[in-house]
């Protein structure tokens, strides 16, 4: 019997380390209080700034080992860090504006007009979807930031672009063929949808009676029942965050029970991800079963989902459930990527590139500080509540 | 409640018990089952009762151990499916109560990691009804006779315990 013991004692350590090793690894959650969160925020928007040439053109990634800007550009990526130094403006940070108008104006230089719509692409190629889709967001962010109206009849042509690219299924068609004049059929994105409902969303709230909500809620519904990764070829149900933003943007009121539970699912996918993140240190044998951090981009991506969900938890009844929960997960995403974040003392080629960036792996690009930077501007609404609670 | 008593006798598995016993006549067993039985369950109380703070000093959410627990389950009950069962030595009349008959046939890891789950999203009085109604099982089922019929309702139970292990790796993917 001692025998027996023994083998089954030596089988539960070796089982007990190898769970926790390989399948429950802790999750690592470093505190950080919402001036934390906000100040990591403002140094992404800074690197941004730095990062943001007279013309109003990001550098687009930078790796610090070898010390060399990618050359590669990417309008829909510029499209969407723009939107976040928006999104820094929305929050009271008004010194963001100037250099949030300067990559708008890149991107307004850029648009085209056909018929009774106007898209943005660059010179010769295809008018993209998901590029204005932000346009329209950022457009009419500045207008509730600024009071200025003056793009509110281009808001409206931009988004005459993305229903003409809506099909009778309510899926979004991501381009739009300058040489046939048509959209270019079975081309869909897998984030445009989103972006360019989002858009929908906003434009609806600022000119209702518009017919804008009509034309977002068949969107909606492809989303929420499954459909677009049926139809689109996606083997799971995508994390898409600018969902995510757009069910914030409806608000309660319009959401039914589908749209709710869809936002429940977004949310699950959302704490997946930011748990697996918690519990990657990139050391050991945890580099082994969890790899490196993951892609900041990605994390973020999940930040910033998981913020609009929770902003909308807090006015949405259905989701009060989920309140809490998703406002550690924030909190813990938070403390993660401000951890992470690179500081003065950290630069190894250059400051301007390194300063308030996150790195994968010695690299770095624009939409990395984009989306963490959504991130933690929801997680220190979150931390301000909470902070605001027990005090 | 009901996934909790059916996910608790799926992963203690009477039948399962009474196969690796049945090296020991029937009337032989029912002391060092008993005892055993009591061990185990004061383990897996003191796991449910704990649950909340085993999390806390493993630095672990809810749902990440329901995903861990699900991985478990599956494999756990995968085990049982395919592999043989293979009785342990004969009892002795007043003694192996700890071993082998607590440890390692009663004390699985399959519903430690359960007990500790549900002691920390359900509570420890739905986990103990839980635990008593699995425990209950195997005391009464642990004296059984060998033979096809255990042998299929083992098998039976650790394929439900594969399904079981699915939904929790599914609902711990999809919770917040």
Request: with cysteine; net charge negative.
């Amino acid at each position: 019997m001692k025998r027996v013991l023994a083998v089954h004692l030596a089988l539960w350590l070796i089982g007990g380390a190898a769970f926790r090793i390989v399948v429950a690894p802790p999750e690592a959650c470093p505190p950080v209080g919402a001036a934390g969160a906000h100040a990591s925020a403002i140094a992404a928007g800074d690197w941004l700034v730095a990062n943001l040439d007279g013309g109003g053109r990001f550098t687009y990634g930078y790796d610090r080992d070898t010390g060399e800007d990618n050359p590669d550009y990417s309008l829909v990526r510029h499209a969407g860090a723009t939107m976040s130094l928006f999104q820094l403006v929305m929050a009271g940070e008004d010194r963001y504006l100037e250099p949030a108008d300067r990559a708008l104006g890149y991107l307004l230089r850029r648009q085209f007009e056909h018929a009774d719509w106007s898209a943005v692409a660059d010179r010769g190629s295809r008018a993209r979807l998901g590029v204005t889709g932000f346009v329209i967001v950022a457009l009419l962010m500045r207008r509730d930031a600024t009071g200025d109206r003056s793009y509110d009849e281009l808001s409206r042509r931009l988004g005459r672009f993305v229903v003409a690219q809506q099909e009778s299924s309510g899926a979004l068609l991501a381009f739009w063929d300058p040489d046939t004049e048509r959209p270019l059929a079975n081309a869909y994105g897998p984030f445009a949808t989103g972006e360019a409902l989002w858009a929908l969303v906003e434009l609806d709230n600022r000119f209702p009676g518009e017919g804008w909500w009509e034309a977002a809620d068949p969107t909606f519904r492809y989303l929420a029942s499954g459909t677009r990764e049926r139809n689109e070829g996606y083997l799971a149900r995508l994390p898409d965050h600018w969902a995510a933003y757009a069910l914030e943007a409806a608000g309660p009121e319009r959401l039914d029970n589908e749209l709710v539970d869809f936002a429940r699912r977004l949310a699950g996918y959302f704490s997946l991800r930011l748990r697996i993140e918690a519990q990657r240190t990139g050391e050991g044998l945890n580099l082994w079963v969890r790899w490196y951090p993951g892609p900041p981009a990605g994390v973020g991506t999940a930040a910033e989902g998981m913020a609009a969900l929770w902003r909308l938890s807090t006015e949405e009844t259905r989701l009060d459930d989920l309140e809490a929960d998703m406002a550690e997960r924030m909190a813990c995403g938070a403390g993660t990527m401000a951890e992470r974040q690179v500081t003065e003392g950290d630069v190894r080629t250059s400051p301007v590139r390194e300063v308030g960036a996150w790195f994968y792996r010695g690299y770095t690009q624009v939409d990395d500080q984009q989306h963490v930077l959504s991130g933690l501007l929801g997680a220190a609404q979150s931390l301000e509540r909470q902070e605001a609670k027990e005090s | 409640m009901w996934f909790l008593l059916l996910s608790a006798v799926a992963a203690s598995n009477p039948p399962r018990v009474a196969e690796l016993l049945s090296a020991t006549p029937a009337h032989d067993r029912r002391r060092p089952l008993t005892v055993g039985a009591a061990i185990t369950a004061l383990v897996f109380i003191a796991a449910a009762g704990l649950g909340t703070q085993i999390l806390e000093l493993l630095e672990l959410s809810d749902e990440t151990w329901r995903i861990a627990t699900g991985a478990v389950a599956v494999l756990a009950g995968a085990r049982v499916v395919l592999a043989p069962l293979r009785p342990v030595p004969a009892l002795g009349r007043d003694a192996h109560a700890v071993v082998p008959v607590a440890f390692p046939v009663m004390l699985v890891p399959e519903l430690l990691l359960l007990m500790v789950l549900w002691g920390a999203t359900e509570g420890f009085g739905a986990s103990v009804v839980a635990l008593a109604v699995a425990i209950g099982g195997v005391r009464l089922w642990g004296t059984a006779d060998s033979g096809a019929v255990t042998r299929g309702f083992a098998r039976l139970l650790a394929a439900f315990l594969v399904v079981v292990g699915i939904g929790l790796l599914v609902a711990g993917i999809r919770d917040v």
